[in-house]
């Protein structure tokens, strides 16, 4: 999509703002710059999810792990962590968080790997909250949330649109599209003039 096409659809989505929710699975979002060779701003992923999400602030949801370090009676998160949590509530987003898991792992350098899965956590509140809006706008390449769409669609014609980075979307996502699940793929690489937050420095 060009800037022009992005403007026209986002008009057109006016009407549908207040019975439309976002779901940002920023874990999966950050990983994105790896593929982009940019990085997402959070100020400016607020930016465009108002576009089509507004009214309540439950409308604007943001997953992510609080992490507290490697051990399990830290009570002070790790201070990048906080400010990412803080960003997303200061910039309108209803925060949805757990904390991080540090598994011992014998393949990772580090021996231990970082785990926070909120897959679950997102299924479970578009299913019970389904009277709040009409329509999911899914950040996230992912395909674990896939059944969860499928479900939505078919019993309570939900409508689905996901945006991804084209180097992180999963099979199940690419599949759920051509069978009608998801309504629509937008891709960040489009969006990089509103998306990246590097875009006004100088080099």
Not at 49 to 61: A, M, P, T, Y
Not at 103 to 129: G, P, R, T
Request: charged share 30%; proline share 1%; with cysteine.
């Amino acid at each position: 999509m060009t800037p022009d096409e992005i403007k026209s659809f986002l008009q057109e989505r006016e009407p549908l703002r207040q019975r439309t929710v976002s779901v940002v699975d920023f874990g999966n979002v950050e990983k994105w710059k790896n593929s982009l060779g940019w990085r997402i701003g959070i100020q400016e992923l607020a930016l465009l999810v108002k576009h089509f999400s507004q009214g309540s602030r439950f409308l604007r949801r943001f997953y992510y792990g609080a992490d507290y370090g490697q051990n399990d009676s830290n009570t002070i998160m790790i201070p990048w962590s906080e400010a990412i949590l803080r960003r997303a509530n200061i910039n309108g987003f209803e925060v949805v968080s757990k904390r991080v898991k540090y598994i011992h792992s014998a393949q990772s350098v580090m021996e231990f790997e970082k785990k926070c899965d909120l897959d679950v956590d997102m299924a479970i509140d578009l299913i019970q909250e389904r009277d709040s809006y009409d329509e999911i706008v899914l950040f996230s390449g992912d395909g674990d949330l896939v059944r969860a769409l499928k479900y939505l669609k078919e019993i309570y014609g939900k409508k689905n649109i996901v945006m991804s980075a084209r180097g992180h979307i999963g099979k199940e996502v690419i599949e759920a599209k051509s069978n009608g699940v998801v309504d629509e793929i937008l891709f960040a690489e489009d969006f990089e003039y509103r998306l990246n937050m590097d875009r006004f420095k100088k080099h």
